[in-house]
């Protein structure tokens, strides 16, 4: 026999949760949030309930573009039943600060019958986003580095000929420029409007061409290139 609950008692589970935990109805307006979304976001729980998600979160990719929006396609793939992979976005806070968090959703059956709920579990990931951005701060200062005129010249002697840049695909280019904005994965899947399995098939075409091992090295190479 299966055990039916009403939707109050199904959101109540998510209460105790260390993850933020907001659910969403069909017209995409907070029905439940828990007291770590609250906590993470500076909101009280009256303040979230029954406004729209899009309003209170407020998320922005990488780039730094609108993410939250009205009929955003994660909204759209749980009402089709699919899954979504976990993302990270840079939000609002209540007193006007920025939290990054790591967004992994879920899609429940409305035991009131009213579609599909959207469930997002979501954890604050702030300090690793600056670390980072730390290390993307890093990369550009090396790669703005320019040897001496006499040390240019020591090298450009032991190079007769100039090295021709690797030529990449248009969308090998947009990929190389997401990994030099330090965007993730899923972020970039969802950014190009492809699946994760192709971004990575481009990631190790870009590693390949360009001779290198490392997300990291080929951010550097680019960046030293003009590249990106």
């Known amino acids: 026999m299966t055990a039916r609950f009403t939707r109050g008692e199904l959101l109540r589970m998510f209460e105790s949760a260390a993850d933020g935990v907001h659910a969403v109805d069909a017209e995409q307006r907070i029905i439940f949030c828990n007291r770590a979304a609250a906590r993470i976001l500076g909101f009280e729980p009256e303040e979230i309930l029954g406004r729209y998600c899009?309003?209170?979160?407020?998320?922005?990719?990488?780039?730094?573009?609108?993410?939250?929006?009205?009929?955003?396609?994660?909204?759209?793939?749980?009402?089709?039943?699919?899954?979504?992979?976990?993302?990270?976005?840079?939000?609002?806070?209540?007193?006007?600060?920025?939290?990054?968090?790591?967004?992994?959703?879920?899609?429940v059956e409305d035991p009131e019958g009213e579609g599909r709920l959207t469930v997002d579990l979501f954890r604050d990931i702030t300090q690793r986003r600056?670390?980072?951005?730390?290390?993307?701060?890093?990369?550009?200062?090396?790669?703005?580095?320019?040897?001496?005129?006499?040390?240019?010249?020591?090298?450009?002697?032991?190079?007769?000929?100039?090295?021709?840049?690797?030529?990449?695909?248009?969308?090998?280019?947009?990929?190389?420029?997401?990994?030099a904005c330090g965007t993730s994965l899923p972020v970039m899947a969802q950014t190009l409007g492809i699946k994760g399995a192709t971004v990575s098939n481009h990631i190790e075409h870009i590693l390949g061409k360009l001779g290198v091992h490392s997300r990291l090295e080929a951010v550097v190479y680019a960046k030293e290139r003009g590249l990106v």
Do not use: H
């Open 130 to 179: 600056r670390s980072e951005m730390l290390a993307q701060q890093i990369v550009e200062a090396v790669s703005r580095y320019q040897p001496e005129e006499g040390e240019a010249k020591r090298e450009e002697a032991g190079r007769p000929y100039p090295v021709p840049a690797p030529r990449l695909t248009r969308r090998e280019l947009d990929v190389l420029r997401l990994l």
């Open 54 to 107: 899009y309003d209170v979160i407020a998320g922005g990719d990488y780039l730094g573009q609108p993410f939250c929006r009205r009929d955003c396609p994660i909204v759209g793939s749980t009402k089709r039943g699919r899954g979504v992979q976990n993302f990270d976005i840079r939000c609002r806070k209540a007193d006007g600060g920025e939290v990054w968090l790591n967004v992994s959703v879920l899609t």
